[in-house]
């Protein structure tokens, strides 16, 4: 997750009856060794500084500026501590008193640009907080607001420098937003903007673009490319002696290790950066060690082991306000859960994962939980655990269980299966099917087939040899020559078992077993040239009959809130 530190505190501008130069002194010395703390990763005396520099600042309507800058520093280093919403009051205190200084300073036409750069600042850093509570259409407006003002600042006012930096840690903060989203092509398009702006305005600030794009690469299926910029972003924040920044470079680094199956160097990563992340009081980071921790001892076959640590990185992920995080979470503990027999225990944790997940507008997420929820119901009626006739005897014939299963599995295949038609490629839409779509739409023709509904597997047997319309019009022909030739967009390996596999074998734990993020598997890849297609028509299979899935198309297109077919309807006889 990429972060924006503090900014050094800027001059104050000029204003009558300014407090004592002892007291001035006196605040900018906590300032001061407040910043130097949050560089070093000592987020607590950070924090106290910033709090003790913004009560010094507060009697004095003169030091408004100050105040500011102290309550934005103050609320970063409550983010890094993992108290979210703490960070987000703070940050929207100092945006109230960025209206008090913009009224302070009407008419001067430098000091006006230096309150424009520090809303700006704000807006960066408030984004940061709100992203990390789940809120991403507030931190998107937060974003935009940001770069409209920053753009508007003109070189002759003197900020030239602050406004580089700010411009830096807004590109590298919507980086972390869509790369939260799961848009991929934009995060890729954005960390690479942020690198170049880095590069060409402040060298010392590589770490971050390049652990972003570590990520970007590591949800895309390309390990190798995630490792090197993992490495890459580990010598970075060694170089600029950013201890906090080198840790979360390690610790994306083991996730490329676990993913490859090197366990032993995974751990040896997490287990030092857990110790870093628990002395600091970095609770986020501290949460995803844990996750992370509980992925490997899933890994190692203690399962015991992994539902203690999913149920700390919960806890920990929710104390923080990261809810969406540990939603995440939740589901990979509802499959130890339901591999222990403990089914309602299990369904509570998907269920509340799902709420968070619709909540924050996620919908993609919500159609693999769906789907996720589904595997594990088929899994109960085919291996013997259930109320019905067959409890027991390996087969479950609990009509309940086996309608709520086919409830969730049409729906969630139908929307895992329209995400291929938003890619350009037809290799992609290839792996996509392959990888992902076919998976969950075998679920869904099982889960018909053994509920007897003739008429449903008909319309899916329709529904899916209709074939992949062309979208009328053709992309720009450059365009796709440009990125043709850019191996940053080729379509990436998926490595391992796919994220939605066949049913267990009996005894096997059931569900995913590539179970990172979530939002892994649902990853949009990166485009890349190729013939642009359309949702599919829906179909309707007879003169006076329904329109083929409509029930079910409908109901995913409101829950998930894509487009799964398109309005118009073609005849099939």
């Known amino acids: 997750m990429a972060t924006t530190d503090p900014d050094p505190r800027p001059d104050e501008p000029d204003a009558p009856d300014e407090p004592d130069d002892e007291e001035l002194t006196r605040i900018a010395a906590l300032i001061d060794a407040g910043n130097d703390a949050f560089l070093q990763g000592e987020f607590r005396t950070a924090h106290a500084l910033f709090d003790r520099a913004a009560d010094a600042a507060a009697p004095f309507e003169q030091a408004l500026y100050v105040r500011t800058s102290a309550l934005v520093n103050r609320a970063s280093a409550a983010d890094r501590l993992g108290d979210h919403p703490a960070a987000?009051?703070?940050?929207?205190?100092?945006?109230?008193?960025?209206?008090?200084?913009?009224?302070a300073v009407t008419g001067d036409a430098a000091g006006t640009a230096v309150v424009v750069v520090l809303?700006?600042?704000?807006?960066?850093?408030?984004?940061?907080?709100l992203q990390n509570t789940g809120d991403?259409?507030?931190?998107?407006?937060?974003?935009?607001?940001?770069?409209?003002l920053l753009a508007a600042v003109r070189p002759e006012d003197g900020t030239a420098a602050d406004t580089a930096e700010l411009l830096i840690g807004c590109l590298v903060a919507l980086t972390a937003l869509t790369i939260q989203r799961e848009q991929w092509a934009r995060a890729h398009e954005?960390?690479?903007?942020?690198?170049?702006?880095?590069?060409?305005?402040d060298p010392s600030l590589t770490g971050r673009p390049?652990?972003?794009?570590?990520?970007?690469?590591?949800?895309?299926?390309?390990?190798?490319?995630?490792?090197?910029?993992?490495?890459?972003?580990?010598?970075?924040?060694?170089?600029?002696?950013?201890?906090?920044?080198?840790?979360?470079?390690?610790?994306?680094?083991?996730?490329?290790?676990?993913?490859?199956?090197?366990?032993?160097?995974?751990?040896?990563?997490?287990?030092?950066?857990q110790g870093y992340f628990e002395r600091t009081g970095m609770a986020a980071q501290s949460a995803l060690g844990l996750d992370l921790l509980g992925l490997l001892a899933v890994l190692r076959g203690d399962p015991v082991r992994a539902d203690e640590l999913y149920v700390q990185s919960v806890a920990r992920f929710e104390e923080s306000g990261a809810v969406v995080s540990a939603a995440e979470v939740r589901v990979r503990l509802a499959a130890g859960l339901h591999a222990e027999g403990r089914y309602e225990e299990s369904e509570a944790h998907i269920s509340a994962a799902l709420s968070v997940f619709a909540a924050a507008g996620l919908g993609l997420r919500c159609a693999q939980a769906d789907f996720f929820h589904a595997t594990l119901l088929e899994d109960r009626l085919s291996h013997g655990a259930g109320t019905g006739a067959g409890a027991g005897t390996g087969v479950v014939t609990d009509p309940a269980l086996l309608g709520r299963a086919l409830a969730l599995a049409v729906p969630a295949a139908l929307a895992i299966d329209a995400v291929r038609f938003t890619l350009a490629s037809g290799q992609q839409r290839e792996r996509w099917n392959r990888e992902f779509a076919a998976p969950a739409m075998r679920l869904a023709f099982r889960l018909a087939a053994r509920a007897g509904a003739a008429e449903l597997v008909s319309e899916l047997i329709e529904s899916q040899c209709a074939g992949t319309p062309l979208m009328d019009g053709s992309p720009d022909a450059s365009a796709a020559d440009d990125r043709a030739g850019d191996p940053s967009l080729a379509p990436?390996?998926?490595?391992?078992?796919?994220?939605?596999?066949?049913?267990?074998?009996?005894?096997?734990?059931?569900?995913?077993?590539?179970?990172?993020?979530?939002?892994?598997?649902?990853?949009?890849v990166a485009a890349s040239a190729g013939l642009r297609v359309s949702p599919p028509p829906r179909l309707?299979?007879?003169?006076?009959?329904?329109?083929?899935?409509?029930?079910?198309i409908s109901h995913a297109e409101t829950r998930y809130g894509g487009r799964i077919r398109e309005t118009r309807v073609v005849p099939t006889w």
């Open 88 to 103: 987000v009051a703070s940050f929207r205190e100092a945006l109230g008193l960025c209206d008090r200084l913009a009224e």
């Open 119 to 129: 809303r700006a600042g704000v807006l960066v850093n408030l984004a940061q907080a």
């Open 136 to 148: 991403f259409d507030a931190a998107q407006t937060s974003l935009e607001r940001a770069r409209a």
């Open 190 to 201: 954005l960390a690479t903007e942020s690198l170049e702006v880095v590069t060409l305005h």
């Open 210 to 273: 390049l652990l972003n794009l570590a990520t970007i690469h590591e949800a895309t299926g390309r390990p190798d490319l995630a490792e090197d910029f993992a490495h890459q972003a580990v010598a970075a924040f060694l170089a600029s002696d950013t201890p906090a920044g080198v840790a979360e470079a390690r610790q994306s680094l083991a996730q490329t290790y676990l993913r490859s199956g090197r366990l032993d160097e995974a751990e040896e990563l997490l287990t030092e950066g």
């Open 492 to 524: 990436p390996r998926f490595l391992g078992p796919s994220a939605f596999p066949d049913p267990s074998e009996p005894g096997g734990q059931p569900g995913p077993t590539d179970t990172f993020r979530l939002g892994t598997a649902l990853a949009g």
């Open 540 to 552: 309707a299979l007879h003169p006076t009959g329904p329109v083929a899935l409509d029930p079910y």
